[in-house]
């Protein structure tokens, strides 16, 4: 705390603050120069980002491409039999379909009858709790269900369950056993005892005496596997104690078997069929010698709450099931473990994200379930022909999915230039044109034949070209706008003394003005924008009749104030695309080695690359240059900001200085004026 005049009565704060203001004006100045290289560093910035987005759009981003540059149009007589489209690769030819005589459907199947007898299954419920309903019944399986995953590392090829679990597991189980590496199954195959020697390539053994994976062959890094096994039962204890009496537990597992399980407390146990204590699955018959569980989420509540543990022992219900489908390669399964607790619409839900590709639902209406591959045609060429097969009696029995899998398949077959043929789905690519089958027509019935002619789609290569002209001419206008700038010198940036002064929008107003100018005739600018024109009007060696784009009416504006612009004359690109429309593309997009062999595009994409760098190495914020020693205009700011902070401790002695100074003084005249009135004080006294 300072307190100023009280013995001279002058305003020594307004003076000190007016001598620092003036002492502060080459601070202020070091404060507006380092203002203007920020906003030189955000002008130098936004170009580079305007750079950036014209580089992704036209090159990145596929708008100046060969598929765009020789894009085809297909035209069919008749779109709503057949229709098509090319790609940039199709020729200018035609195609004749005479006849389609089927279209590809896909397979499906469904319950050969009814599944439940009396009430419909309630799909948000679980399976368990709905068993007696089913027609055929469930063939459970009793047992814990463990599930275990790992992140493999390259070249893993063993893989240790857990030994706690695995000390105890169903041996007899192993061919239920579900393994996948990235989605893919692995048959199982018990080899304890033995070596992984002599396992396939679709095969995973597993030594029960070690509780061990093993693989024939090494995991790829990062590799996703899975495993699904099974243990004989689960003992467990539920804590409880004088201190801490409880009336509800919680059992690990659920799908409860309750004719397994056994619930001890002290000397009394409850089981499904006691005589004296009992567990019951129906809360209102609960009583102090019952207990009521949960079989599907294992919660067990007694009638009084409990001071002993509860020691817990009992096994899980559930179901194995297995489907194999084909497609274009082979054969695909995937195998499934539903526990009791899995709703219906759980086990669909399942079925319909696995990899095999098949949609399922349950329809009520006629108490069945219905399955249809995702995907058109015949893929099983052997045997029965079967498109879906479907393994374990939960498939087979409860839901009594049969073997009726390839039920509605059919490829498409056709007549096209007079050669009869066919596919497994109804969109078909020949010679980089795309044909979908929409209806079936025969020839035998008179049917008109369809036409498809393929040429070239001179209007969407018009587009593209125009767009490109006018992105450049956007981003030359926004160059030269920078560079032609008018440097309003009169206005610096200005300092915090003298915001204050002034409003927001007074504020705003002036740094508008101040910002002005700040890359007028920039040297980096100019370069780039140098290199861009030479790119675009330096001939490319092709081999074709265009070298320049002059030659497909393409030229720079006859306006020298518009700064190289580029014009188009629409009459003639038209007629050069029509003349030789790979000859245009190959004036955008050809790869030679040398600058003369490359195309605009190369070219400008390199051109780009350069200025990017050069401008992020003076103003930094892109292509690697983002900490500010790394850059010229950063390594500026920081060096004017040692000075700053070296004037600011300077600045802060003066003014010490200056109110020890002060201070001096008034303690001075303080005693002064003590002396006075001393000195006045012993002459009225003498007088008196």
């Known amino acids: 705390m300072r307190f100023s005049g009280l013995a001279s009565g002058m305003d020594t704060e307004s003076i000190v603050r007016d001598l620092m203001r003036v002492r502060r004006i080459p601070v202020d100045r070091m404060m507006q120069q380092k203002q203007v290289f920020q906003w030189q560093m955000d002008s130098y910035r936004d170009v580079n980002r305007k750079f950036g987005e014209f580089r992704n759009n036209i090159v990145d981003n596929m708008l100046l491409t060969s598929a765009n540059l020789r894009a085809k149009t297909a035209v069919s007589s008749n779109d709503a039999r057949v229709s098509a489209t090319a790609s940039a690769s199709a020729g200018n030819v035609s195609y004749r379909i005479t006849e389609v005589s089927k279209l590809a459907t896909a397979a499906s199947t469904f319950s050969s009858s009814a599944i439940t007898t009396g009430s419909k299954l309630d799909t948000t419920k679980s399976i368990m709790s709905q068993r007696d309903s089913f027609a055929n019944g469930i063939e459970w399986k009793e047992g814990i269900v463990e599930r275990q995953s790992f992140k493999a590392v390259a070249g893993q090829m063993s893989f240790q369950l857990d030994p706690q679990k695995a000390a105890n597991i169903k041996t007899d189980y192993t061919n239920d056993m579900v393994v996948k590496v990235n989605g893919k199954v692995f048959n199982v195959v018990d080899i304890t005892g033995q070596g992984s020697d002599g396992l396939g390539p679709d095969q995973v053994g597993i030594d029960y005496s070690t509780g061990t994976l093993r693989f024939a062959q090494g995991m790829t890094s990062n590799a996703d596997v899975s495993v699904t096994y099974f243990r004989?039962?689960?003992?467990?204890?539920?804590?409880?104690?004088?201190?801490?009496?409880?009336?509800?537990?919680?059992?690990?597992?659920?799908?409860?078997?309750?004719?397994?399980?056994?619930?001890?407390?002290?000397?009394?146990?409850?089981?499904?069929?006691?005589?004296?204590?009992k567990i019951v699955t129906n809360i209102n018959e609960l009583n102090e010698n019952s207990v009521f569980v949960n079989v599907d989420t294992g919660a067990i509540t007694f009638h009084s709450a409990?001071?002993?543990?509860?020691?817990?022992?009992?096994?899980?219900?559930?179901?194995?099931?297995?489907?194999?489908?084909?497609?274009?390669?082979?054969?695909?399964?995937?195998?499934?473990?539903?526990?009791?607790?899995?709703?219906?619409?759980?086990?669909?839900?399942?079925?319909?994200?696995?990899?095999?590709?098949?949609?399922?639902?349950?329809?009520?209406?006629?108490?069945?379930?219905?399955?249809?591959?995702k995907v058109q045609g015949l893929y099983n060429k052997?045997?029965?022909?079967?498109?879906?097969?479907?393994?374990?009696?939960?498939?087979?029995?409860?839901?009594?999915?049969?073997?009726?899998?390839?039920?509605?398949?059919?490829?498409?077959?056709f007549i096209i230039n007079g050669l009869e043929t066919e596919r497994n789905s109804n969109t078909f690519t020949l010679s980089g044109v795309?044909?979908?089958?929409?209806?079936?027509?025969?020839?035998?019935?008179?049917?008109?034949?369809?036409?498809?002619?393929?040429?070239?789609?001179?209007?969407?290569?018009?587009?593209t070209i125009k767009d490109f002209v006018n992105r450049y001419n956007e981003l030359i206008e926004m160059a030269n706008g920078l560079m032609s700038e008018n440097r309003q010198r009169s206005f610096q940036p200005l300092t915090d003394e003298q915001k204050e002064a002034m409003s927001e929008k007074e504020i705003e107003q002036w740094e508008e003005k101040a910002k002005s100018g700040l890359l007028r005739n920039d040297p980096l600018i100019s370069n780039a924008l140098t290199r861009l024109r030479s790119d675009v009007f330096s001939p490319v060696t092709t081999s074709g009749p265009f070298n320049q784009l002059a030659q497909i009416g393409i030229t720079t504006s006859r306006d020298y104030m518009s700064g190289g612009k580029l014009e188009i004359n629409e009459d003639r690109l038209r007629q050069a695309i029509e003349r030789d429309p790979d000859g245009v593309a190959n004036l955008f997009t050809a790869d030679g080695e040398g600058s003369e062999s490359q195309g605009i595009v190369r070219r400008m994409r390199d051109s780009l690359d350069h200025a990017m760098t050069t401008i992020a190495q003076r103003a930094g914020g892109s292509r690697g240059f983002n900490q500010s020693h790394q850059f010229t205009l950063g390594r500026n700011i920081n060096s004017l900001d040692s000075r700053i902070d070296?004037?600011?401790?300077?600045?802060?002695?003066?003014?010490?200085?200056?109110?020890?100074?002060?201070?001096?003084?008034?303690?001075?005249?303080?005693?002064?004026?003590?002396?006075?009135?001393?000195?006045?004080?012993?002459?009225?006294?003498n007088q008196g």
């Not at 044909?435 to 034949?449: D, G, Q, S, V, Y």
């Not at 600045?651 to 001075?668: G, N, T």
Request: net charge negative.
């Open 232 to 277: 004989e039962d689960n003992t467990q204890t539920l804590p409880a104690s004088v201190s801490a009496p409880r009336q509800n537990f919680q059992l690990a597992n659920g799908s409860i078997d309750l004719q397994s399980l056994t619930l001890t407390v002290g000397d009394k146990e409850f089981t499904a069929n006691g005589d004296q204590y």
């Open 306 to 373: 409990q001071t002993q543990s509860v020691q817990a022992n009992y096994k899980q219900m559930f179901a194995t099931a297995g489907v194999t489908t084909h497609n274009a390669t082979g054969p695909v399964q995937d195998k499934f473990v539903f526990e009791g607790r899995t709703t219906l619409n759980q086990m669909m839900n399942t079925m319909n994200n696995s990899p095999v590709g098949i949609s399922m639902f349950y329809d009520p209406h006629t108490d069945s379930i219905a399955a249809t591959r």
């Open 382 to 413: 052997t045997g029965d022909q079967t498109e879906m097969s479907f393994e374990g009696s939960f498939f087979t029995q409860a839901l009594k999915l049969d073997s009726r899998g390839s039920q509605g398949a059919q490829n498409a077959t």
């Open 434 to 463: 795309t044909f979908t089958l929409k209806e079936t027509f025969l020839a035998t019935e008179n049917a008109a034949p369809i036409n498809i002619s393929v040429n070239t789609n001179t209007d969407k290569i018009m587009d």
């Open 646 to 685: 070296n004037m600011e401790r300077r600045m802060k002695q003066i003014e010490d200085r200056y109110w020890k100074q002060f201070s001096a003084m008034e303690s001075a005249m303080m005693r002064a004026n003590q002396q006075a009135e001393t000195m006045f004080a012993q002459l009225f006294s």
